[in-house]
């Protein structure tokens, strides 16, 4: 079975939130209700809506061509999804 996901980017909205919304405004994933306080469940909505550039940085870097702006690129999207950016 070949599964497909929702492209990216996503976005982090927090009303209802935390709720993660792709380019079309659709809702790709909810963290409304969860039993995690409230940074821990902002974080992980951060990290889920940083997936798509997550998985885009892990493909460059398993590129062999692979250089010196690939792993510039896949520094900055792992400060991203750890909001250190």
């Known amino acids: 079975m070949n599964s497909t996901h ?3 980017p996503w976005n982090l909205g927090m009303r209802p939130g935390p709720i993660i919304y792709g380019t079309l405004g659709e809702q790709v994933a909810g963290l409304r209700g969860s039993s995690l306080g409230k940074n821990e469940t ?17 493909e460059r870097l398993a590129h062999p061509m692979a250089d010196d702006e690939d792993l510039d690129y896949a520094r900055e999207v792992i400060a991203k999804a750890k909001g250190q950016q």
Request: a neutral charge.
């Open 42 to 58: 902002i974080a992980n909505a951060r990290l889920i809506a940083s997936a798509p550039d997550l998985l885009a940085a892990l």
């Open 6 to 8: 929702t492209p990216g």
